[in-house]
């Protein structure tokens, strides 16, 4: 059983930053991938940044490109937290972001959202001009 908890977001102006957290409770499963999901208005749901963790416990990460060089996921394993660090936001990184997490391992990178077990409710991030 797993439970995925988001927190952050909000509103800021373009070229600002924000950080969402996804706190993670796991109980007897092996979690493989964690991921950050979004969807704007009108759009598809997308895969912003992945983490994957292989069975000898190493780990990759994987960004869409129109957000590398200015968002960061990372996590602390100590505080079973998943981030998402946000940096020179635009408009168009608007949407519903959703922490994600699947025990099923298909290799370094896994986009597709039907093969993910858990999902966050979702937060808001909306980025003016």
């Known amino acids: 059983q797993v439970q995925l908890m988001e927190s952050g977001g909000g509103s800021v102006q373009a070229g600002g930053s924000l950080r969402l957290s996804c706190a993670v409770s796991?109980?007897?499963?092996?979690?493989?991938?964690m991921t950050w999901f979004r969807q704007g208005p009108g759009k598809q749901r997308e895969v912003v940044a992945s983490?994957?963790?292989?069975?000898?416990?190493?780990?990759?990460?994987f960004y869409a490109d129109s957000v590398k060089g200015r968002f960061t996921i990372s996590e602390d394993n100590a505080k079973n937290t998943m981030y998402l660090q946000m940096n020179s936001l635009k408009p168009d990184d608007t949407a519903m972001y959703y922490c994600?997490?699947?025990?099923?391992?298909?290799?370094?990178?896994?986009?597709?959202?039907?093969?993910?077990?858990?999902w966050g409710q979702g937060v808001q991030v909306t980025v003016s001009s």
């Open positions: 796991a109980f007897n499963v092996r979690i493989y991938y």
């Open positions: 994600a997490a699947s025990t099923n391992n298909g290799g370094r990178l896994l986009l597709d959202e039907a093969q993910y077990n858990y």
């Open positions: 983490i994957y963790h292989d069975i000898n416990g190493d780990g990759s990460a």
